[in-house]
């Protein structure tokens, strides 16, 4: 039985605290995972409650419109949770001399003893020393304490969905939100033809609500849930247009790949790739060692 578990769950010192489900990899659990599964009894509890509670005469149209955006949150937020997102493998290797250019302020960071400064055609870019991974991580990466790994474009880790945002997991992260906001959109315009339909042009609401308590509680419920998730899509919206991760808005961090200037057309390219794009490939890759 042993056996046959460690086959399953793999776990790897040079990839943090994860776990992986087979050895191919692919399917990544993080130390809250069970975070993910609890996130996703709200919208399914509210949307059965708001189903069961429907006029018979509208309830097939409801149940649809629900069913369909409940199964769209269900997949944005599963690949948000098991997926990969951009983790670098730690290494052995040690550390290397101290750089001549400590202090040297390049692309708005200022150069730390380890670090490694590299010249490409649209300038310097500086490769943070880790400590801990053993590595020079590329721009944009950083450490991810819960993960305890060097994750490409980091973002933040995010307890509701039980994973890290970052390079590989972004565009699943914007679909979760605008899927939780649509739903609770759905179910706050039906909730609303309901009660109108159901007292008539000139009301009273009050009656109509007392008959359905219940789906209006529900319906309550989930766009509360909704209007945050609307918030979150429109900040990473704005994110995506500007070329920034969260931690570089907050922090005030360059992106050294972002272009100089802001354009129209540059914000639709930049949501083209973020969201339609081409997906790094991962480079997890588990050896003998793996258990």
């Not at 010192?13 to 992986?20: D, Q, S």
């Not at 769209?72 to 948000?80: I, N, P, S, T």
């Not at 670098?88 to 290397?96: A, M, W």
């Not at 400590?102 to 960071?109: A, D, H, N, T």
Request: proline fraction near 5%; charge should be positive.
């Amino acid at each position: 039985m042993g056996g046959c578990l460690s086959r399953i769950l793999i776990r790897d010192e040079r990839l943090g605290r994860a776990v992986w489900l087979f050895r191919e990899g692919g399917v990544m659990l993080s130390p809250y995972w069970w975070a993910a599964a609890l996130t996703f009894q709200l919208p399914l509890i509210t949307t059965v409650v708001f189903c069961r509670c429907t006029p018979a005469r509208h309830h097939k149209v409801v149940v649809a419109g629900s069913a369909t955006l409940l199964l769209a949150v269900g997949y944005f937020q599963v690949m948000v949770s098991t997926s990969d997102p951009g983790i670098i493998p730690r290494s052995d290797g040690e550390e290397e001399g101290q750089n001549e250019r400590v202090g040297e302020r390049v692309m708005g960071l200022i150069v730390q003893p380890r670090d490694q400064v590299v010249q490409t055609g649209k300038g310097p870019l500086v490769y943070r020393w880790c400590r801990t991974c053993k590595i020079h991580r590329p721009p944009r990466a950083s450490h991810c304490d819960t993960l305890d790994c060097c994750v490409a474009d980091y973002d933040h880790f995010c307890p509701v969905v039980g994973s890290c945002i970052a390079q590989r997991t972004l565009r699943y992260f914007v679909g979760f939100l605008s899927s939780c906001a649509l739903l609770a959109s759905w179910t706050g315009g039906c909730t609303y033809y309901l009660m109108k339909t159901s007292c008539g042009p000139s009301g009273p609401y009050y009656s109509a609500f007392r008959e359905k308590e219940r789906m209006c509680a529900a319906a309550s419920i989930g766009c509360g849930a909704g209007f945050w998730t609307g918030v979150m899509s429109i900040f990473y919206f704005y994110l995506i247009c500007t070329e920034h991760t969260k931690r570089e808005d907050v922090r005030g961090l360059p992106n050294p790949y972002a272009e100089k200037e802001w354009t129209l057309t540059g914000s639709l390219r930049a949501i083209r790739s973020a969201l339609c794009g081409f997906l790094p490939s991962s480079k997890v890759q588990f050896t003998a060692d793996s258990s």
